[in-house]
C-alpha cells in the first residue's frame, strides 16, 4: 500500500468516533474506534487489567466491539483480547501476521479491518518488532503507530527482532509519507501528552526528525542504554498466545 505525500488531508467524510484511555501502570494508550453511524467499533491496544474499564467505555458510547486489535506483542503489558474474547460474543482478536503471534485474524501490509461503513488500513512499521503495524483511519485523520513512532521518540529496537535500520525505514516510507495534519495516537506516551501530528515529528522528533540520516538514528538507538522491560518475561509469551492464559 502507497501512501500519498502532503501537508493535509482532504476527505468529504465525517470524522470516525474515537475514545482514548490510559492505563497508569504501563503507561499504555487504548484506543476505542467506531463508526459513529453504525456504531460498530474496534479496540486497539487493550489492557488486561483495563477490561472493565474498556468495557465500560463501549457501553457508554453506546457501541458493538467486533474486534480487538494490537499494534504488535507488547512487553511491558498483556493485552486484554484473550478476556475481552470471554466477555463480548463474536469478539476476534487481531495482529499482525508477521508477529508470529496467536489470533483469530491475522493482517499483512494493505489490509484492511472494517467496522461498520468504516476501516482502517494496516500499514507495516516492524522495527520495534518484526511485526508491528499501524492503523490508518479511512479518512487519513488518525493513525494509531503503536510503538514504530512515539510522541518525540520511538519504540527501542533492541530485542523481539527489532531493527534500527528496518524502523527508520518504516517510519520514513509509510509515516512520514502521510498528510502533516494526521493526528498521531501511539501506544504509549510517559509525559502526559495524548497526540502529535505526522508533521510534527517529521519536524521535531529528536530520533527521527528534523532530517535525521539513517546512520544518525542507528547510532541514537545504539546509545539508548534502556533497561530491560520490567514485565517481558510474563507478558511476552501471554501475548503470543494473544493474552490467553496458557493452561499447560
Same mark, same amino acid.
Given at each position: ?5 502532503s501537508?493535509v ?8 468516533g ?19 453511524e ?19 467505555a463501549?457501553?457508554e ?19 486484554g483480547?484473550?478476556i ?7 469478539? =476476534? ?5 508477521a508477529?508470529d ?5 491475522? =493482517? ?30 479511512d479518512?487519513?485523520?488518525?493513525v494509531?503507530t503503536g ?21 527508520y525505514?518504516?517510519?520514513h516510507?509509510?509515516l ?23 508533521g510534527k ?8 526528525g ?13 546509545n539508548l542504554?534502556?533497561?530491560?522491560? =520490567? ?10 498466545r ?7
Open positions: 500500500m502507497s501512501t500519498a505525500s501537508s488531508h482532504t476527505t468529504s467524510l465525517p470524522p470516525v474515537m475514545k482514548q484511555l490510559f492505563d497508569e501502570e504501563s503507561s499504555t494508550y487504548t484506543y476505542l474506534v467506531y463508526d459513529p453504525t456504531k460498530e467499533a474496534i479496540l486497539i491496544d487493550p489492557v488486561d487489567l483495563q477490561v472493565d474499564r474498556d468495557l465500560q463501549v457501553a458510547e453506546g457501541v458493538k466491539l467486533l474486534y480487538g486489535v494490537n499494534t504488535h506483542a507488547h512487553a511491558d503489558h498483556i493485552t483480547t484473550g475481552l474474547k470471554t466477555k463480548v460474543d463474536g469478539l =476476534k482478536s487481531i495482529i499482525s501476521a508477529s503471534a496467536k489470533a483469530d485474524i491475522h =493482517k499483512k501490509h494493505g489490509d484492511k479491518i472494517h467496522f461498520g461503513n468504516r476501516y482502517v488500513s494496516v500499514l507495516a512499521t516492524p522495527g520495534h518488532t518484526a511485526g508491528c503495524i499501524s492503523y490508518l483511519t479518512d487519513s485523520r488518525m494509531f510503538d514504530a513512532l512515539l510522541i518525540m521518540g520511538c519504540g527501542r529496537t533492541d530485542f523481539q527482532g527489532g531493527s534500527a535500520e528496518t524502523l525505514e518504516s517510519v516510507s509509510q512520514f509519507t502521510l498528510p502533516g495534519d494526521t493526528t498521531v495516537y501511539p501506544a504509549h506516551d510517559y509525559k502526559g501528552r495524548l497526540s502529535s501530528s505526522i515529528e517529521k519536524q521535531d522528533n529528536p530520533r527521527l528534523s532530517n535525521k540520516t539513517r546512520n544518525e538514528f542507528i547510532d541514537i538507538m545504539a542504554n534502556l533497561s530491560y522491560p =520490567k514485565k517481558i518475561d510474563l507478558a511476552l509469551p501471554a501475548n503470543m494473544c493474552g490467553v492464559p496458557d493452561v499447560e
